[in-house]
């Protein structure tokens, strides 16, 4: 662990650099994959699932043979774990909804925002060793409160040509509409152009790896919308004396277990809590099954002294963290102040595995520093804000004029004479 | 103008298809100036502003001087139009703050959800023949409402290295930050990277020419976002025969003036509307100064005739319009049943150039189909949602075990053992 003793301002931006990704190797080959799927559909599919999965496919989409089988797969003790996050999640993301916002401007001028649903979204989870179904919670719970129409899920099978069970009893709980067995660029590549199988989708969701998140920022060019740009995921803790310092080394090392490129950061005001926590993280990183990814990530790692709260606010808002955990008898100083984080947690009990399962609060949160401009998934996510507007006789009479002298200075006359046509033909019905 | 009877949906994806806009030609240029920008600042900026505007500039940064005889420059009776124009805008908007969202999922487990501005937002507003200060207050008066800290304008100077007066007074009435004399991919680069003189931002909104919106798109690869993919305006007007003839072809005329690319739809149940509009836009068009553009995207126009209002609810929906004219008998039929639109305007009086200047309603809008999944630029486009979660002890023993199962279902021990710690304590203490 790298441990940084009251750092200058000026060198912030060098010690919070997040590790470059390079997307350029990528690039060529996703737009090869890219438009083999969209010339020649399934058939391209299956051609990568065989060459990248090394299995070979006879049908993508799930069977409801298969759902129902799930349903048996999963263990009793599990699935109430999941209908209790799911409960949580429902709960926080139904108070999310916005009622129509009406106001009538000037008189006879009545505006009004709605929001409506993305017709047709995608949702990616992720294969490999860890069955993320708790990313389907996180994308497929909001999809449903908004309305959509047609929610699509793609992830890739295993060897045996199998989805995880609790993949598939997690995403039909939450009113997933088709489950298709594809992994990689070519889902994202199916879920873009639509295949005779695969629907295309107006947006995609969730996280992946490399040639995903590739894949992902390319659909964008073509037509396509994503939740957000993707990072290694990342922790900054805050912690003063009042911190337990086994449990703050136990988050660390959560988020150290993701991945060798995830970002643990600690900021203190206190050095004896800087270094037992270092002393602790060690002792609890020996018994993690997955030390090994955990230890290059810990390594990475920061522990950074700072000399009082303001300073630490700073440099948290100049970060950005993606999971920002604050411990200090000051609490509501950095619960007023954080300006630039994507999910924050505060407290002695409150984990990021909560947020990460089962608390509520949506676990699909910006990182690299993207906490500055972008939201986390919410259910606004999965929403598009439209606006309408009506304008009455005495509306557009009140207006008109105000119209009209605005479309002018722009040099815009067909602009002025809508309204012009407008107010003339009024003003010849009242002559009459 | 292009009429058509009855077209199957088979035929909808060709007949309502945008031009397709070639990117690839454009991103050498943009790559080029924007790493000269990163590495040089206001040298590169002002490099190219002598190479691309033809002009010199000694100071990039709009005078206090500059700003304050802008305010005598503009006529008193714009000033007026231009000032109720931003009350109703400022209405509309303000009325989009929404309130804190706070819930307690389970005992103990509080979760909420809450707005924060993006500190820095640039604004681009481009130049040429027409002054678009109506951008200015889209955009300006929602960042100043969000309570972004730095809100930077950039717009390219005349020949006589000034900016246009209305575009000046606007922006400092609005509460713009800093105004910069900088246009096309040197602004959206300098926004970007930040230079001597202009602060970097984190997002950036406004619409420009096809340079400065392939600028746009590249910035996202550095770490800015954008406000939402462009593409030239487009209006679609669904008529019956409660329309005024006259009233619509104002209407068309008015998208058509906006630029040769432009895109004007009619949907129609009535075949003598539509033999009548045809004829109405002829004769409208003669009049027009801006006629030999207006004239160029009236020739690619389309006048659709349909069977009934179904038909046109799922023709318009699939079209996604950026503007959407409805006047008709059956208007709730169509309000209630869009579900792809920037924004509606409804009825004979509210013509598209209410909403581009004055109703309230912002201008800044999806094109290009993007209605499906983007909203139009509303008050939360200038904010993110961040969620917050505070855990009691009471609060970790109802959830532990949930996500306890849950972390250990996907193998990740680390994050299971941060809930482990937790209870375990909580166990002793109570045991003692």
Chains 1, 2 share one sequence.
């Not at 040509?161 to 993949?167: E, G, L, T």
Request: one cysteine or more; glycine letters at 6%.
């Amino acid at each position: 662990m790298k441990k940084i003793y009251n750092p200058t301002p000026e060198s912030w931006s060098e010690l919070l650099k997040r590790p470059t990704q390079t997307i350029a190797d990528v690039e060529a080959t996703v737009n090869d994959i890219f438009s083999e799927v969209k010339s020649k559909g399934d058939a391209a599919v299956k051609k990568y699932t065989q060459l990248f999965d090394g299995i070979s496919l006879v049908e993508i989409l799930v069977s409801k043979e298969e759902i129902a089988a799930s349903e048996k797969a999963v263990s009793e003790e599990l699935k109430t774990a999941i209908n209790l996050a799911k409960a949580n999640i429902e709960k926080f993301h139904s108070a999310q909804k916005t009622e129509r916002v009406m106001v009538e401007t000037t008189e006879g001028v009545n505006c009004w925002q709605e929001k409506r649903p993305i017709q047709k979204v995608g949702l990616y989870i992720p294969g490999g060793s860890a069955p993320l179904f708790s990313t389907v919670l996180m994308l497929a719970i909001p999809a449903n409160i908004a309305g959509c129409k047609e929610i699509v899920l793609c992830t890739p099978p295993d060897k045996k040509s199998k989805i995880n069970p609790a993949i598939l009893y997690t995403a039909n709980l939450c009113g997933v509409t088709k489950i298709f067995k594809i992994g990689g660029i070519q889902a994202i590549g199916a879920m873009t152009f639509g295949t005779e199988s695969v629907p295309p989708v107006y947006k995609i969701f969730g996280p992946g790896n490399q040639f995903v998140t590739v894949a992902k920022q390319i659909a964008i060019k073509h037509g396509v919308a994503i939740d957000m740009p993707a990072g290694p995921s990342e922790l900054l803790v805050f912690a003063d004396y009042t911190a337990n310092i086994s449990f703050v080394a136990s988050d660390l090392l959560s988020q150290a277990e993701h991945g060798a490129d995830s970002q643990v950061v600690l900021v203190t005001t206190s050095k004896k809590l800087l270094n037992s926590v270092e002393k602790e993280v060690e002792k609890q990183l020996k018994k993690l099954p997955r030390k090994a990814i955990a230890e290059k990530a810990i390594v990475n790692s920061k522990l950074i002294l700072v000399k009082n709260n303001t300073e630490a606010m700073k440099l948290i808002n100049a970060y950005a963290p993606e999971h920002f955990i604050v411990i200090s008898k000051e609490e509501d100083f950095f619960i007023e102040n954080i300006q630039n984080a994507g999910s924050v947690f505060i407290g002695n009990y409150t984990p990021e595995s909560a947020g990460d399962y089962a608390s509520g609060t949506n676990h699909t949160l910006p990182t690299n520093g993207y906490a500055k401009q972008y939201s986390g998934v919410n259910l606004d996510s999965f929403m598009k804000s439209m606006t309408f507007q009506k304008i009455s006789e005495k509306g557009i009479q009140n207006i008109g004029k105000t119209i009209e002298l605005m479309a002018e200075a722009e040099g815009l006359q067909a602009h002025k004479n809508a309204v012009t046509l407008r107010l003339k033909s009024l003003k010849n019905n009242n002559d009459e």
